[in-house]
């Protein structure tokens, strides 16, 4: 076994990691801290599950990710609908919620989630950010499954510990050099889509998760022949998604906040995003890239998923339209959420957010 092997079957890692990241990226308010007991719960009752799958993991024919397709955009833009959609093609897969959830248990998934599957229906849960009934397979992230995994470094613990958001956004999302922060994350993420691949039997992956916007030039240095969808929503209704997150994050967050206050982290985090992704995108091909409005995919979804298909060189649509539709029908039964602004909120927003959505709305022409 190589050394990266050795270190990943190390007993309790995630555990010891987790401690790591407690004291790093601490204080925790004393009423957070009944939030600790499922992550403590989880990391020791599924280490025999993790280091076993590692040890199958080593020992499988590994499938070579040569053409992702990653889905970009921000929190709240629509791009788990996308992903979703997409994932409806037979040619390609898809990390779920479960993988997301609990990666431990990728390589037992088929032995382990119909018990849980069973549980979700019959208690009725529900995916309250989506507001759909919840579905283990529904699309998940990849950065929500990394921090599952509990690296050391991992942009997702900006919903663990907001009051350390400045120090998380420098260590992911400030690309000068390749910092031990970017290559933890690299080394991640490519132990996890290799893992993702293998229980897909190697089929085309689409992949999303919002930091990917800000991460174009790494994932093209992964993956040369990757392909890029870009998703952008209303700016407003964009916003006000994010502050529904925020709200429903409170839940699983380790430090308390105010909702409206975090309404300044959000416009911090929607500028920096951007920034990177107009910096970045400019090293793309026109086949490599198209951008597109969350509206136009929820107005015309097929004519959307014809012109992604066309305009990236996808070869299928034609095979693929029989379960674009059927989900499209089934998604019908509900509908997009309308949002109200006062015009006072809608200045604020304009003001510091203005100057990137108009650049956004640009006509992207490949350099």
Request: some cysteine; aromatic content about 14%.
């Amino acid at each position: 076994m190589g050394v990266a092997t050795l270190k990943r079957i190390v007993p309790f890692l995630p555990l010891f990691n987790f401690l790591i990241v407690l004291i790093k990226r601490g204080p925790i308010q004393w009423r957070k801290l009944k939030n600790l007991v499922p992550y403590f719960a989880k990391f020791t009752l599924l280490e025999p599950f993790r280091i076993s799958g590692e040890i199958i993991h080593f020992f499988r024919s590994k499938n070579e990710v040569k053409n992702p397709l990653f889905v970009l955009g921000f929190y709240g833009s629509g791009t788990s609908y996308l992903q979703h959609l997409i994932n409806q093609d037979p040619q390609f897969a898809t990390l779920t919620l479960w993988d997301s959830m609990v990666p431990e248990l990728l390589y037992f998934k088929k032995i382990t989630q119909p018990a849980f599957d069973f549980a979700s229906k019959k208690i009725k849960m529900k995916n309250e950010y989506h507001r759909l009934p919840f579905d283990w397979n529904f699309p998940g992230e990849c950065d929500v499954a990394i921090n599952s995994e509990v690296a050391v470094y991992d942009f997702n613990q900006l919903f663990q510990f907001p009051s350390k958001h400045q120090s998380i956004i420098e260590e992911h999302l400030d690309f000068g050099d390749l910092k031990k922060a970017q290559r933890s994350w690299t080394q991640h993420h490519k132990h996890l889509i290799s893992r993702i691949s293998n229980i897909n039997k190697g089929n085309r992956l689409v992949l999303k998760s919002p930091p990917n916007t800000a991460r174009i030039s790494m994932l093209k240095e992964i993956y040369p022949e990757a392909k890029f969808v870009f998703l952008k929503r209303n700016l407003f209704d964009t916003i006000i998604a994010n502050k529904t997150l925020w709200k429903l994050n409170k839940i699983r967050s380790f430090q308390r906040y105010d909702t409206n206050e975090i309404e300044t982290l959000v416009m911090k985090l929607y500028i920096v995003f951007h920034k990177q992704y107009l910096k970045q995108r400019n090293a793309l091909q026109p086949d490599e890239l198209i951008e597109i409005d969350f509206e136009s995919l929820a107005d015309n979804p097929l004519k959307t998923l014809f012109t992604i298909y066309d305009t990236l060189q996808i070869p299928g649509y034609t095979y693929a339209q029989s379960g674009f539709k059927s989900l499209i029908t089934e998604r019908a039964d509900f509908p997009r959420k309308i949002y109200s602004y006062q015009q006072s909120w809608k200045n604020k927003i304009e003001k510091e957010c203005g100057q990137i959505w108009k650049e956004l709305n640009a006509d992207w022409k490949q350099n």
